[in-house]
């Protein structure tokens, strides 16, 4: 597992939340909530997007997981038709890059969270962790692919 850290600048989003199961359920929050309203907003491929998971669904019940869909946006951004507006904490972060499908997202979450991290020296802080896509990441609807960046929030023990 390669992973890298980085130090990232604070990013003033604009974003959804679903409230319910991680996996596929996200998914489809993402095409039929997130990118009607980033259509809309001529928020398309040019700008950034972040998924925050802000639950552990390990111990948290599915019916109560939080996930964030967000686009970067201007500060000055006036988020509308029922999108809020927060800023994602700069900082250092441990980044994998990341490229499969959804179920593989999962194994590589856990595989950084379980196995990576305890013999980093490192550990997590408060800031959420988030997946980071950039501008342009691919993204093949049909076959259930995509590309982004994982990024955990560290800081030394």
Known sequence: ?????????????????HLGPY???IARFW????????????LGDDHARYGIAHDDPSITAPEKCR???????APDFVAMGGALKT?????KYALLKFKGTVEQAEESW????????PSSGL????RPCFEYYPKGAAC????????????????SL
């Open 1 to 17: 597992m390669k992973v890298t850290l980085i130090d990232r600048q604070p990013a003033t989003v604009a974003y959804f939340r």
């Open 23 to 25: 996996g596929e359920p």
């Open 31 to 42: 095409q039929e909530t997130y990118v009607p309203w980033a259509v809309m907003n001529k």
């Open 67 to 73: 996930y964030d869909a967000c686009a970067e946006v």
């Open 87 to 91: 800023t994602i904490p700069g900082g």
């Open 110 to 117: 856990t595989a950084l969270l379980r196995n990576w991290l």
């Open 123 to 126: 550990q997590l802080d408060n």
């Open 140 to 155: 093949d609807g049909e076959a259930g692919v995509f590309e982004c960046e994982i990024c955990i929030p560290v800081v």
